[in-house]
């Protein structure tokens, strides 16, 4: 058995050496745009999100001010009287302030449910009989 001869090997021609390096720039370049528009996706789904929860907020505070008003509409039948308060209505605050005289009365009702979510109403009543003249947001 004799021996096998190796040729002396090749080392890779500047051709070669410059396609590798052009390969590398270009997917390089690919990646980073590639992590660019996954950046751009990511941060257009929490801003979606965040104008979700917004929304969110601000219709449990239309909802917390109106179940205010009904506490008052209710206290205020039940006593002609009632010049409102503080209603307690968790889990936020809600001030009601009656005016008016004689048979008709103005209700207002200011729901806070956090420092920045603040919801007003405003109600006309006749007492008798008892019946919603107006309701304004």
Not at 70 to 81: F, I, V
Request: hydrophobic share 45%.
């Amino acid at each position: 058995m004799q021996p096998k001869i190796h040729g002396p090997r090749r080392s890779r021609s500047a051709n070669d050496k410059r396609k590798g390096f052009i390969l590398m720039i270009v997917l390089l370049i690919m990646g980073a745009l590639l992590s660019v528009i996954a950046i751009k996706l990511t941060l257009n789904a929490l801003t979606r999100v965040e104008n979700a929860q917004e929304a969110l907020r601000g219709t449990e505070n239309e909802i917390y001010a109106e179940s205010c008003m009904q506490e008052a509409l209710l206290r205020l039948r039940r006593d002609a009287g009632y010049l409102g308060g503080v209603v307690p209505v968790a889990p936020g605050t809600c001030t009601v302030a009656v005016t008016g005289a004689g048979n008709e009365r103005t209700i207002d009702a200011t729901g806070v449910l956090a420092p920045s979510y603040t919801y007003r109403l405003k109600v006309k009543v006749t007492l008798v009989p008892f019946a919603v003249v107006t309701w304004d947001n």
